[in-house]
Each structure stands twice: as C-alpha cells, then as structure tokens.
C-alpha cells in the first residue's frame, strides 16, 4: 500500500498526552486518528455531514474496525491519515485507513460503515446518490459545482447561506444584510453534489474596469478546505472577463490573510463596519 494510493489525507500531529510510558502513541488513539480523518473526509466531498445525512434520510454507524500496527508513533510525529472508500455493498460501506509518518507505513485500518435509520437503528440501502459522490470522489472528480448568475436565479440560494452565516452566525443584522446591490450583482454559489448550498459571494462594478466582491460566506461546516478560494476565483474570473482590471473588498480582519493568499494586498486603515473590524484590500486582475 503506498501514500500515492489515496487521494484523501489528513494531516495530525501526535500530541504528548497520546503517549504512552513505553513513549508511543497508546494503540487506543489510532482509531480515533482515524474517526477525525473521517470527519475530514465528508468535508473533502463538500458535505455538511448532519444535513446532508439529514437529507439522505439515515445515518453512518462503525459496524466494525480492525487495526494493524506496523510501527509506532511517536510525540511530535506529523502522521498523514489516509482514507479511501472502497467497497460499497447494499448497506454497507468499506474504507481502508493507513497512517503514514512521511513515506514509512505504520498503521492498516478497514473502517466497515453501515447506512441505517436513525431511529430504529436497522439498514438501509446507500442512496444512490451518497454512493455516486463517494465514487465520484475516489476517481477525481469535482465535489462542487460553481454556478454565477443574478440574483433572480441564485438569490435564494444565496439568501439562505449568507443568512446562516452573517446574520445568524455573526450577528450582522439583517437591514445591513440585504441591499439593493444584490438585484445587480453577479453572484456566485457553491453547490455540492447532493444540490446543497455551500458557500456564495457577490461582485459588484465599483466604477468602469473596477470589480467590488463581497459577502463570501462558506458554510461553517466546510471552512478550511478550498470551498472559499474557488468562489473567489470565480468571481475573480467573472471579473477578468468583463474586463476589469482590479479587484478591491473590505475584508474581515479575521479573513485577511484567507484573500491575501489569493494575491489580496490591505490598503489604507482598518474600520469598523456592523461591528466587525474590517481592512481594504485589492489586487491587479489578469487580462484575458
Ligand atoms: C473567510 C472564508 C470565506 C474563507 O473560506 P474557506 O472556505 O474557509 O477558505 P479556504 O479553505 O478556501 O482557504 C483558502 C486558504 O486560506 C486560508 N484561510 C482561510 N480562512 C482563513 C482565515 N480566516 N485566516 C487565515 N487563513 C485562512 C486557508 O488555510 C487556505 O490556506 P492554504 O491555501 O494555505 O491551504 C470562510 O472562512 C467564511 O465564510 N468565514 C465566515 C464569513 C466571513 O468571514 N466572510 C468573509 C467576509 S469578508
């Protein structure tokens, strides 16, 4: 089994309280690597896992786990937890694990998930479509799909995450939420395979051959795994391609360094807006 082998992996470094006397990870603690690396992979498939199981009408329970040990971990050691699915039967679904500190194998796993009602706790046959994502997903293909439009087309969408995130999540009230910009703009919206909404953004003309973007909100599920720099390039191209040749946003502090990794700058002084300390930030567009 080789590194290469897995398109999913998550990254963990091992701490000192998962030592044990002997100065090794405690056995115990690979299946719980394991159980983390898991929650990462539905995030991988762009899946908010509660209401996308919600969605699907049951739920995944461990039917059983069985660990190899090649060798051991140690305190500090950067592991590289590595999943794929592999079978699917009726009900049931099989994922074989291995833990990797660089290219060294030190731990073989298969995780055996059985799809069930909640309630009466009996199986159900994989949905059909939690089946094509999970294959899907192991043969490459893209977990999100970005559609832009205006808002006749994408406003309810956009609506119910923006709502989730600004307004419920941080307080933003509402009034400040909903402008008359949106009937303008172009927005972008992010949808997983099973129709979710996952994350949106907007862009406005600021003046000729300026793009304003804004309100970029990722479900909160699904933050730190590429969802957001996607609808910034999507946006980013729509811009590019109308021909505008900068791209200016009044970032959250807390996500400047999010839009100084997509070649953002801060520009001028921070300032408050709803509450919430903000700062400039532009960049040059390409032209296309
Ligand atoms: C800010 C936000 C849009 C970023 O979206 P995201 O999907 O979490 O970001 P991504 O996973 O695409 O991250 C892309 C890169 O930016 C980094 N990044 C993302 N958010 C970051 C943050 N808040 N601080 C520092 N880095 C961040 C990621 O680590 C990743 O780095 P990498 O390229 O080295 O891997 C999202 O966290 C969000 O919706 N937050 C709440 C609403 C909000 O703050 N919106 C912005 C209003 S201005």
Same mark, same amino acid.
């Given at each position: 089994?080789?590194?290469?082998?897995?398109?999913?992996?998550?990254?963990?470094?091992?701490?000192?309280?998962?030592?044990?006397?002997?100065?090794?990870?405690?056995?115990?603690?690979?299946?719980?690597?394991?159980?983390?690396?898991?929650?990462?992979?539905?995030?991988?498939?762009?899946?908010?896992?509660?209401?996308?199981?919600?969605?699907?009408?049951?739920?995944?329970?461990?039917?059983?786990?069985?660990?190899?040990?090649?060798?051991?971990?140690?305190?500090?050691?950067?592991?590289?937890?590595?999943?794929?699915?592999?079978?699917?039967?009726?009900?049931?679904?099989?994922?074989?694990?291995?833990?990797?500190?660089?290219?060294?194998?030190?731990?073989?796993?298969? +995780?055996?998930?059985?799809?069930?009602?909640?309630?009466?706790?009996?199986?159900?046959?994989?949905?059909?479509?939690?089946?094509?994502?999970?294959?899907?997903?192991?043969?490459?293909?893209?977990?999100?799909?970005?559609?832009?439009?205006?808002?006749?087309? +994408?406003?309810?969408?956009?609506?119910?995450?923006?709502?989730?995130?600004?307004?419920?999540?941080?307080?933003?009230?509402?009034?400040?939420?909903?402008?008359?910009?949106?009937?303008?703009?172009?927005?972008?919206?992010?949808?997983?395979?099973?129709?979710?909404?996952?994350?949106?953004?907007?862009?406005?003309?600021?003046?000729?051959?300026?793009?304003?973007?804004?309100?970029?909100?990722?479900?909160?599920? +699904?933050?730190?795994?590429?969802?957001?720099?996607?609808?910034?390039?999507?946006?980013?191209?729509?811009?590019?391609?109308?021909?505008?040749?900068?791209?200016?946003?009044?970032?959250?502090?807390?996500?400047?360094?999010?839009?100084?990794?997509?070649?953002?700058?801060?520009?001028?002084?921070?300032?408050?807006?709803?509450?919430?300390?903000?700062?400039?930030?532009?960049?040059?567009?390409?032209?296309?």
């Amino acid at each position: 089994m080789k590194r290469q082998d897995f398109r999913f992996f998550h990254r963990l470094r091992v701490r000192w309280a998962e030592v044990d006397m002997q100065k090794i990870v405690f056995n115990a603690h690979y299946l719980m690597y394991l159980d983390t690396a898991v929650a990462d992979y539905w995030r991988a498939l762009a899946m908010p896992y509660d209401e996308a199981m919600r969605l699907l009408g049951g739920d995944l329970y461990v039917k059983k786990a069985t660990v190899e040990f090649h060798a051991s971990a140690l305190m500090d050691d950067r592991l590289d937890v590595c999943l794929r699915c592999g079978r699917i039967g009726t009900s049931s679904m099989t994922f074989t694990g291995a833990i990797y500190r660089g290219d060294e194998l030190l731990i073989t796993a298969e +995780l055996i998930y059985v799809f069930a009602d909640p309630a009466s706790q009996t199986s159900r046959p994989v949905p059909a479509a939690l089946r094509a994502m999970l294959t899907g997903y192991e043969n490459g293909e893209a977990m999100l799909e970005l559609r832009t439009g205006g808002w006749a087309e +994408l406003g309810v969408a956009a609506r119910r995450i923006r709502s989730e995130v600004f307004v419920q999540e941080q307080r933003i009230p509402a009034e400040m939420e909903w402008d008359d910009a949106d009937d303008s703009a172009i927005h972008a919206v992010a949808f997983n395979r099973l129709g979710q909404v996952v994350a949106t953004g907007r862009l406005l003309q600021q003046r000729p051959g300026v793009a304003r973007i804004g309100r970029v909100a990722v479900h909160r599920m +699904l933050r730190g795994s590429g969802v957001g720099r996607q609808v910034l390039q999507t946006l980013l191209a729509a811009a590019a391609g109308r021909g505008d040749r900068e791209a200016v946003l009044n970032a959250q502090r807390s996500a400047q360094d999010f839009y100084s990794g997509l070649g953002f700058q801060p520009r001028g002084e921070a300032f408050d807006e709803a509450g919430i300390a903000h700062i400039e930030m532009a960049r040059a567009l390409p032209v296309v």
